[in-house]
């Protein structure tokens, strides 16, 4: 009998940091081991302290492995932050054999060709979306190889992203005295636990709140056409409310979590005998008073300018209100009682929130939905391939260029 898979997939945010070890057995994955503590030594979804993140992930993994009497090596890991971006590009070629048949060299020529753009030096190309290919101008070509023509062309995204933000993860997670197996953008692996197959052919927004960024990604016909992400994030909400109610951040994010909602239904009750909420502090030193449509006046401006944002992004592709798949809100800010609703009233497109799926044991909660997507989508890794930790970061970089174009094949169908 085959031993178990055992996978373990980490999730490094602004403000949480969460392990998630799960075995497949047959075709189901389950729980093993889940954690979380305080993130450290981000902003905006990316590494600044490298030693303080690489502690805190440290830390993180000696008490799972003392607590489930487990021991980690490896991790599959998330990278986030208004850093990544897609830029759109083409590249064209002749077709080299005689005959005409179109090879895989051909294919690999011409995506070799659309990464020919002027990209500032200190940022690169993570990875090519190919969207679709031309044969001798007839468009629409998903699939070329093998057939004729003598005039190639391919019409991509590119993935760039910081280099010095990437080489900051990289270290980190190194430093921890543990292995990469890969690293994934964070929006790509929640779609992978959230978002179905069927979904991303007919068209689908993912829109990812976390606590500092907000992710938006687009599919369509299976394939990624656009991803963005805004430093804007729940955080930003719990700030409103801390200056809003005059209190400090911490009983500010405890409100949130409590009483926080993006709407406000209007009753005689409501406002007579429910008009305060008196709110003992985390120190029990004071208490702060408000009325339930005051909170929804300091949350429901912000979650408004996000959707906001989300529809100027989609209306700059083409996208506004034509998506059939409609919207799938995940991330920790997706928790937020009548955001569904919020959601549709600006994006005048179908919405559900985006519980993750496929682990058996998990709590049904879409702030988990990264950490999911990383374990989901390593069935598709070769662990023959994983490569073991290499001392200088430009050497590691260059080696995980070939494992990043083969990792992310997985979470675009």
């Known amino acids: 009998m085959a031993k178990p898979q055992i996978v373990t997939g980490l999730d490094i945010g602004t403000n949480t940091i969460k392990l998630l070890v799960a075995q497949k057995k047959g075709a189901e994955w389950e729980v093993l081991a889940y954690s979380q503590m305080p993130s450290f030594g981000l902003r905006r979804g990316a590494v600044v302290n490298v030693e303080e993140t ?49 090879s895989e060299e051909d294919i690999e020529r011409v995506l070799q060709a659309t990464r020919a753009i002027n990209i500032p030096l200190n940022e690169e190309i993570l990875d090519v979306f190919p969207n679709e290919f031309i044969i001798d101008d007839q468009k629409g070509i998903k699939q070329p190889l093998g057939l004729v023509g003598v005039r190639l062309e391919a019409k991509v995204i590119l993935l760039c992203y910081f280099q010095s933000y990437f080489i900051n ?40 709140i976390g606590s500092a960024t907000t992710s938006l990604a687009v599919f369509e016909e299976g394939d990624l056409i656009h991803l963005a992400i805004f430093p804007l994030g729940s955080a930003n ?52 008073s408000f009325t339930k449509k005051s909170l929804v006046d300091i949350i429901e401006p912000r979650v408004s300018e996000i959707f906001e944002l989300m529809q100027k992004e989609l209306k700059k592709i083409g996208r506004q209100e034509l998506l059939p798949g409609g919207v799938v809100l995940t991330g920790g800010g997706a928790k937020l009682p009548g955001i569904k609703d919020l959601a549709k009233q600006h994006l005048k497109l179908p919405c559900q929130i985006g519980i993750p799926r ?56």
């Open 54 to 102: 690489s502690k805190n992930v440290q830390s993180l993994i000696s008490g799972v492995e003392r607590d489930y009497d487990i021991k980690i090596n490896s991790v599959f890991v998330n990278i986030g932050g208004s850093h990544l971006y897609v830029a759109p590009s083409d590249g064209l070629i002749s077709v080299s054999r005689a005959d005409h048949i179109i």
């Open 169 to 208: 993860l990289t270290q980190a997670v190194l430093n921890s005295k543990l292995q990469i197996d890969d690293i994934i953008p964070s929006p790509l692996a929640a779609s992978k636990a959230v978002i179905t197959p069927q979904q991303k052919e007919i068209g689908v927004a993912l829109i990812d």
């Open 237 to 288: 909400i719990t700030n409103d409310i801390a200056i809003g109610l005059k209190t400090e951040v911490a009983i500010a994010e405890d409100i949130k979590k409590q009483y926080g909602s993006c709407s406000y239904v209007k009753s005689g009750k409501e406002n007579k005998d429910q008009s305060k909420k008196k709110i003992e502090a985390i120190d029990k030193s004071y208490s702060v």
């Open 358 to 413: 496929g682990i058996l044991g998990l709590e049904k909660d879409p702030a988990l939905a990264t950490v999911t997507g990383l374990i989901l989508g390593s069935s598709d890794f070769d662990n023959s391939q994983k490569d073991g930790i290499m001392s200088l970061p430009w050497e590691f970089i260059k080696k995980f260029n070939f494992n990043f174009k083969r990792m992310f094949r997985v979470f675009i169908p």
